[in-house]
Nanobody, 126 residues
Framework: QVQLVESGGGLVQPGGSLRLSCSASARTFTPYTMAWFRQAPGREREFVAAINWSGSSTKYADSVKGRFTISTDNAKNTLYLQMNSLKPEDAAVYYC???????????????????WGQGTQVTVSS
């Protein structure tokens, strides 16, 4: 059983930066695709970014392109999301997700993923 644990959320001013981490607690963990989603109050869970486990392929939502960077550290079984130039509309609970059945399948639909973390809150406010 894979457990995903996010960390790194917090309060940041507009224009600031945060780095989120997602650690996988499994002895062997080789997902095909890892992703970040976010969910603001009253809104559906929204795709943010995805990466294959080797880190050679990425996909971003238009709303975060050029500001967010997704990456992996395979040796640490960890996924990252570097978020720069944060805006108030980026505020949400951020979730990491893993897809283990289909090679490089950066789906924007949340139900395409097999494992989820519990989420970490990001607040962007002055």
């Amino acid at each position: 059983q894979v457990q995903l644990v996010e960390s790194g959320g917090g309060l940041v001013q507009p224009g600031g930066s945060l780095r989120l981490s997602c650690s996988a607690s499994a002895r062997t963990f080789t997902p095909y695709t890892m992703a970040w989603f976010r969910q603001a109050p009253g809104r559906e869970r929204e795709f943010v970014a995805a990466i294959n486990w080797s880190g050679s392929s990425t996909k971003y939502a238009d709303s975060v392109k050029g500001r967010f960077t997704i990456s992996t550290d395979n040796a640490k079984n960890t996924l990252y999301l570097q978020m720069n130039s944060l805006k108030p509309e980026d505020a949400a609970v951020y979730y990491c997700a893993a897809e283990i059945h289909r090679p490089w399948h950066p789906a924007a639909a949340a139900n395409e993923y097999d494992y989820w973390g519990q989420g970490t809150q990001v607040t962007v406010s002055s």
